[in-house]
């Protein structure tokens, strides 16, 4: 069993900038592939970004150029530096361990992020 917790949330300005930070327990986070999903009002979940135990990076559209994703296997610690934040960004973001070989999908409890002056 993996527990995902989420932190780092809160409320910035236009412009401003956040850094996620999601911790997760359990030994099979080196070898699986870490996400950050966001979810707003009236809207399904969605992928913001994603990291494979290879370190190769995957980001929608939307904030390609703003957001970075990164880990640290040492510390099983998954990040998400979101920067130039935009009021569209507001949204419960959630982070997302998936290992499809050990047949596991894990989520947090959401943290949110709100954009607005």
């Known amino acids: 069993q993996v527990q995902l917790v989420e932190s780092g949330g809160g409320l910035v300005q236009p412009g401003g900038s956040l850094r996620l930070s999601c911790a997760a327990s359990?030994?099979?986070?080196?070898?699986?592939?870490m996400g950050w999903y966001r979810q707003a009002p009236g809207k399904q979940r969605e992928l913001v970004a994603s990291?494979?135990?290879?370190?190769?990076?995957n980001y929608a559209d939307s904030v390609k150029g703003r957001f970075t994703i990164s880990r640290d296997n040492a510390k099983n610690l998954v990040y998400l530096q979101m920067n130039s934040l935009k009021p569209e960004d507001t949204a419960v973001y959630y982070c997302?361990?998936?290992?499809?070989?050990?047949?596991?999908?894990?989520w947090g409890q959401g943290t949110q992020v709100t954009v607005s002056s």
């Open positions: 990291i494979t135990r290879s370190s190769s990076t």
């Open positions: 359990g030994n099979i986070f080196r070898i699986s592939t």
């Open positions: 997302n361990l998936e290992n499809p070989k050990l047949g596991v999908n894990y």
